[in-house]
Every structure is written in structure tokens, then in C-alpha cells.
């Protein structure tokens, strides 16, 4: 079975910056899984941050950078800020049409 | 604008077959390369993908839920739809449809919650 995994929490300080992972359970993570990031506040549908490694979605700031560290993905938000508190989840594309999606990081900022 | 909106009950019954769709406006559902998807969200819980139809026809499904569920695509309504059988208080849910492609991510409905209650 393929696990998507991610930091459960982690918190960052306003103006800080803060680096989130995506990792894969049965190897690296590459961009041939094309790596995308949500942004989720309570209550609210998910938006698109990431697509496609490293591709920001229209309106999205450029505080927001995605990349692969290593053998993981990688959100990074540099100059963070009080909005930016939120859940973010990483999705793969695996081969066969299926998407896993990872179990979320929650993003304090204080 | 792309805009996507779920429809469908609020309230289903366990064991029951819970029945949702996805009217699409915007943009057009048989265009290609693209992904119509369902996932869902437990009650304080983590995203999970429950299966997608590709422009194609092509059905894809989450392993752990493959043998509860249907997706189908209506292309004179431009509606898509999700069929999901035998249901427990595990499947209480918010469910998203979304338009998915690798290339340029998900474009997302707001979300319906299902409760699974007698």
C-alpha cells in the first residue's frame, strides 16, 4: 500500500520561514509523481498552492515555492504570515491514475 | 471561470448506497487531460481520494474503497457522479468533486457533508 507521508505539525514564527516534506513509503519521491500542495483553513475547500513540483497556482504569492529536497517533496513558505495558519497536504500521482494524498501537516505561526 | 458544485443528500441511512453529483460550469467536462475526481474529508480528519473518471471514460479508484464505488460522467449534463455502496458512520464525510490533472493540479467544488445515520 502506498503511504504518503508528512509532518504532522510544525510551527514557524511570523516573518520566519518554515519548509514542509512529502515523503513516499516505498521509495523517493520524483517529479515524474508530480508533487502538488493544498492550503486548507476550517471550513474551507482546499486550494491549490503547488502543481507539478515546483508551478505556483494563479494568485498564489510567491512566498510559496515548492521543490524536491533529497528524495521528498518540499513546500517552502519564506516571510511566513498569521494567514498562512492552516493545514497543508501534499498528493502524488502514482502510475495507474491513482492520487494518494499525504495525512497533513497543521502550520502554526506564532 | 471553472465552477464546480455537488449535489445530493445530506443524510443517508447505513448499509444504503450514497448517491452525489457534480454539476460542472465553465469549462467543458469531456475536454482532455483532465481528471474528474471525488474525495472526501472525515469530520476533523486528513483528505482522502476516493476515485476519479478520466476524459476518456477510464475509472480509478482508491484500493481500499474500489469494490464500493461508481463514477460515471454525463457529458449532456456536464455533470459527473459518484456512487458509493454499503455505507457506515466510517464514510460521514465532507465530499469534494474536483477536476484534476497532474499538470496543473485541482480545481475544487466547496464540499457537501454526508452524514451516515440511522
Known amino acids: 500500500q502506498t503511504v504518503v507521508t508528512q509532518e504532522p505539525s510544525f510551527s514557524v514564527s511570523p516573518g520566519g520561514a518554515v519548509t514542509l516534506t512529502c515523503g513516499l513509503n516505498?521509495?523517493?519521491?520524483?517529479?515524474?509523481?508530480?508533487p502538488s500542495w493544498y492550503q486548507q483553513t476550517p471550513g474551507q475547500a482546499p486550494r491549490t498552492l503547488i502543481y507539478?513540483?515546483?508551478t505556483r497556482s494563479s494568485g498564489v504569492p510567491d512566498r510559496f515555492s515548492g521543490s524536491i529536497l533529497g528524495n521528498r517533496a518540499a513546500l517552502t513558505i519564506t516571510g511566513a504570515q498569521a494567514d498562512d495558519e492552516s493545514d497543508y497536504y501534499c498528493?502524488?500521482?502514482?502510475?495507474?491514475?491513482?492520487?494518494?494524498f499525504g495525512g497533513g501537516t497543521k502550520l502554526t505561526v506564532l | 471561470q471553472l465552477q464546480l458544485q455537488e449535489s445530493g443528500p445530506g443524510l443517508v441511512k447505513p448499509s444504503e448506497t450514497l448517491s452525489l453529483t457534480c454539476t460542472v460550469s465553465?469549462?467543458?467536462?469531456?475536454?482532455?487531460?483532465?481528471?474528474w475526481g471525488w474525495i472526501r474529508q472525515p469530520p476533523g480528519k486528513g483528505l482522502e481520494w476516493i476515485g476519479s473518471?478520466?476524459?476518456?471514460?477510464?475509472?480509478y479508484s482508491n484500493p481500499s474503497l474500489k469494490s464500493r464505488v461508481t463514477i460515471s460522467v454525463d457529458t449532456s449534463k456536464s455533470q459527473f457522479s459518484l456512487r458509493l455502496s454499503s455505507l457506515t458512520a466510517a464514510d460521514t464525510a465532507v465530499y469534494y468533486c474536483?477536476?484534476?490533472?497532474?499538470?496543473?493540479?485541482?480545481?475544487w467544488g466547496q464540499g457537501t457533508l454526508v452524514t451516515v445515520s440511522s
Open positions: 474536483a477536476r484534476q490533472t497532474p499538470t496543473a493540479g485541482n480545481s
Open positions: 465553465g469549462g467543458f467536462i469531456s475536454s482532455s487531460s483532465y481528471y
Open positions: 473518471i478520466y476524459y476518456t471514460g477510464s475509472t
Open positions: 516505498s521509495g523517493s519521491v520524483s517529479t515524474n509523481y508530480y
Open positions: 507539478s513540483t515546483n
Open positions: 498528493v502524488l500521482y502514482m502510475p495507474g491514475g491513482i492520487w494518494v
